[in-house]
């Protein structure tokens, strides 16, 4: 008898971790639910695109048997890159395999939009998995498991839960005390959208691919998307507060625009045309990463995967593949008969992951340095230099 079987399983957030671990358990038989405190599926526009990795996200796709549905939702293209510097010089234009056969390589990395990979997700599952408008509040001990309570006044018990709620997670400190720290790093996301006809200049720079942008220790990191928008992201060194202090009004183009000019000065003007064009409410993301040498005590009732277990800065690409292989990992522990109660297989899920998961904040904090020194652009280079002789 594996270790979940009769047991009530609680997924804490519907991101790519959440309904990973759901349609992976669903596909062994267990009892599933996940409590999302969007308020339906079409609620918000969902994020930049993905790359997902072989070894990661793309084996968990596998796993799921979803890979007919990745294909049929994936941008061919959409990996293709141009490493440009302050002037828009293109330094690098790198153009991908699109063709099916990519998907045996090692080092084919397709891209799809978060929207379209939410969607096939969602849709594998059973019906009434995901429990809607249900914004976690606190939980406690009832019995073996919890009963876990919702801001819009719902209860409901698990005998196990995950924690899948992401970089600031709630749940989090029921397993432990261990807190991020800051990266050095603030990130300012934009969004332009029907890019082609607004921001025509940018829209042909970018190609239908991505840019990565670098000089004077700052970046600026543009992805199309296949609604036609583009997202933008600048990045650079702030003290940890800066956000709160800083007196800009995110709302406000003009201000941020403004800010832009001044903390990016020597940039080409062509890149004001994203700020101009932006749709308000910039985003403002300060950059965290959990400690490299964190653990805690296993429980037999509760866990956590994706950003909730290891935040980390995005700049080497591992966020989501990291918590759809958490995904892939738990599931085959919580199912195996190797393991004959739920504490063991949790703790050899987290003992795999906080030591893979360490290796991979070291090389993602080395990774946002190189980004933000000066010598950015020529290390981005040698990087991609580096790989393609591999």
Not at 164 to 178: E, F, H, M, Q, V
Not at 339 to 360: L, V
Request: one cysteine or more; glycine letters at 6%.
């Amino acid at each position: 008898m594996n270790p979940i079987q009769n047991k009530k399983i609680a997924i804490v957030g519907g991101g790519p971790g959440g309904l990973t671990l759901a349609r992976l358990l669903q596909v062994k038989g267990a009892t599933v639910i996940v409590y999302e405190r969007d308020a339906h599926k079409d609620v918000r526009v969902q994020g930049a695109t993905l790359d997902l990795h072989q070894d990661s996200g793309l084996k968990a796709i596998r796993e799921a048997g979803l890979l007919k549905a990745f294909k049929a939702n994936y941008r061919p293209g959409a990996d293709n890159l141009r490493i440009v510097d302050q002037h828009a010089r293109i330094a690098m234009d790198e153009r991908g395999d699109t063709q099916d056969v990519a998907f045996d390589n090692e080092y084919f990395r397709p891209e799809i939009d978060r929207g379209p990979l939410r969607k096939i997700l969602l849709e594998s599952l059973e019906p009434n998995t995901v429990v809607w408008d249900s914004h976690f509040k606190s939980m406690s001990p009832e019995g073996n498991g919890w009963k876990l309570e919702f801001h819009n006044g719902s209860t409901t018990y698990a005998d196990l839960v995950v924690a899948a709620d992401g970089a600031n997670s709630k749940l989090r400190p029921y397993l432990t005390s261990i807190k991020p720290f800051f990266a050095g790093i603030t990130a300012i996301e934009g969004a332009v959208y029907d890019s082609a006809n607004v921001a025509p200049a940018m829209h042909q720079l970018l190609n239908g691919g991505k840019i990565f942008a670098f000089a004077n220790e700052k970046s600026l990191i543009i992805s199309s998307k296949g609604d036609g928008s583009m997202m933008f992201y600048t990045s650079c060194k702030t003290d940890e507060d800066w956000a709160v202090r800083c007196g800009i009004d995110f709302k406000n183009k003009e201000e941020v625009k403004t800010w832009f000019l001044h903390e990016f000065k020597g940039w080409d003007p062509i890149w004001l045309e994203l700020f101009e064009k932006a749709a308000p409410n910039f985003i403002v993301r300060p950059q965290y990463c959990m400690p490299f040498d964190q653990q805690w005590e296993a429980q037999s009732n509760l866990t956590m995967l994706g950003d909730a277990a290891h935040l980390m800065p995005p700049y080497a690409g591992e966020g989501v593949n990291m918590a759809m292989q958490d995904a892939l990992e738990l599931s085959v522990c919580l199912t195996s008969e190797e393991f004959s109660d739920t504490r063991s297989a949790i703790a050899a899920f987290e003992k795999q992951m906080c030591e893979r998961s360490s290796a991979m904040a070291q090389m993602t904090m080395e990774q946002t340095a190189s980004l933000h020194s000066p010598q950015a652009l020529s290390n981005m280079l040698a990087m991609f230099n580096t790989l393609d002789e591999s």
